[in-house]
T-cell receptor, first 109, second 114 residues
């Protein structure tokens, strides 16, 4: 079967750095997405990786290793507004998005 | 202007009823989707639809049916509602299907079946 694994919940301190990991086992791979979802709101796009390596976008970076079936989202200089769920999703060989359950990130002052 | 809009935002109804949720996108996108997000927060794709193709997740009961009057709209009709249908339903759109475009989500419709 297809599987996306992420930690259920993480806690970090304002101003710090946090890394949210995602491992996947899917039938084929056509890229990996990270979305942010604040409580009671819709998911919003953060990043897309299809090649190995690190993609940096402001305070957020996303890393991919296809050989390891692994990605992480790195958030720097954490702000209170970063408290949200972070969803990892993989595009499989049929171009269907397979979603993880998300990681709830709690930021403390 | 809202890119992807859904109505209603909240829907409370009795078991056995039939209901519809409307979705509209003003992005000029070719593909629209319906997702169900249950209490465990898993996002499950229900349908994806463009002008050429409707792709149905085989796990979706046939009580659920998408209806698209035009490219900018994809409504979700649900017959004979059951308690397990209670969830948040998100509509989304992307430029095209089968490619690596980001999806833009609507605000969600929280459906509660009593």
């Amino acid at each position: 079967g297809q599987n996306i694994d992420q930690p259920t919940e993480m806690t970090a301190t304002e101003g710090a750095i946090v890394q949210i990991n995602c491992t996947y086992q899917t039938s084929g791979f056509n890229g990996l997405f990270w979305y942010q979802q604040h409580a009671g709101e819709a998911p919003t796009f953060l990043s897309y990786n299809v090649l190995d390596g690190l993609e940096e976008k402001g305070r957020f970076s996303s890393f991919l290793s296809r050989s390891k079936g692994y990605s992480y989202l790195l958030l720097k200089e954490l702000q209170m507004k970063d408290s949200a769920s972070y969803l990892c999703a993989v595009l499989d060989s049929n171009y269907q998005l397979i979603w993880g359950a998300g990681t709830k990130l709690i930021i403390k002052p | 202007d809202t890119a992807v809009s859904q109505t209603p935002k909240y829907l409370v109804t009795q078991m056995g009823n039939d209901k519809s949720i409307k979705c509209e996108q003003n992005l000029g996108h070719d593909t629209m989707y319906w997702y169900k997000q249950d209490s465990k927060k898993f996002l499950k794709i229900m349908f994806s639809y463009n002008n050429k193709e409707l792709i149905i997740n085989e796990t979706v009961p046939n009580r659920f049916s998408p209806k698209s009057p035009d490219k900018a709209h994809l409504n979700l009709h649900i017959n004979s509602l059951e308690l397990g249908d209670s969830a948040v339903y998100f509509c989304a759109s992307s430029q095209a299907s089968g490619v690596t475009d980001e999806q833009f989500f609507g605000p969600g419709t929280r459906l509660t079946v009593l």
